[in-house]
T-cell receptor, first 111, second 113 residues
């Protein structure tokens, strides 16, 4: 099975909040990341959280980590049409050598 | 400071040909990672290299695929005798040392006819 899982689609209206969820399986995860991918583009790092933290906030972005349940979420406040993209959850483990990615959540923001 | 540069952005090959994908890491970065993204999927780790050394190639297919990161010049991912199943986006990332952030390039989209 997949190490990191995400739901495939999310649709919200402009101005609403978006919450994208991710679950992972490896308890040795050290850092967890959210990347954004726009069509035809590479991956842009949005934010990341160390595994001993519960929450991290950065402007419109809030990351929540429930280490017990191995659940990570990304909340985007006041979602804009420019936020439409695919959002990838990723984790790294103790050696940082490789990241493990989810399949991505496609966020569609309706005007 | 330029980001991670990959070229070409798009590459078309016929079955049986060779594909060479190039990656220039960010300035000052000596660690390079290659990932493959199949359609509708997430990125899968292929290989991790430092200058002149392959550190972890656990994600590389056993045949036809090779990677290098020479002392001078970009990292190269080489796919020999390409097949249709090799069609994918190939992303390179770099980091300055073993740390918690990898910076990604825009990718090379390989199409095998």
């Amino acid at each position: 099975g997949e190490d990191v899982e995400q739901s495939l689609f999310l649709s919200v209206r402009e101005g609403d909040s978006s919450v994208i969820n991710c679950t992972y399986t490896d308890s040795s995860s050290t850092y967890l990341y959210w990347y954004k991918q726009e069509p035809g583009a590479g991956l842009q790092l949005l934010t990341y959280i160390f595994s001993n933290m519960d929450m991290k906030q950065d402007q419109r972005l809030t990351v929540l980590l429930n280490k017990k349940d191995k659940h990570l979420s990304l909340r985007i406040a006041d979602t804009q049409t420019g936020d439409s993209a695919i959002y990838f959850c990723a984790e790294s483990r103790s050696n940082f050598n490789k990241f493990y990615f989810g399949s991505g959540t496609k966020l569609n923001v309706k005007p | 400071n330029a980001g991670v540069m990959q070229n070409p952005r798009h590459l078309v090959r016929r079955r049986g040909q060779e594909a060479r994908l190039r990656c220039s890491p960010m300035k000052g970065h000596s660690h390079v990672y290659w990932y493959r993204q199949l359609p509708e999927e997430g990125l899968k780790f292929m290989v991790y290299l430092q200058k002149e050394n392959i550190i972890d190639e656990s994600g590389m297919p056993k045949e036809r695929f090779s990677a290098e990161f020479p002392k001078e010049g970009p990292s190269i991912l080489r796919i020999q005798q390409v097949v249709r199943g090799d069609s994918a986006a190939y992303f390179c990332a770099s980091s300055p040392r073993t740390e918690n952030i990898q910076y990604f390039g825009a990718g090379t989209r390989l199409s095998v006819l």
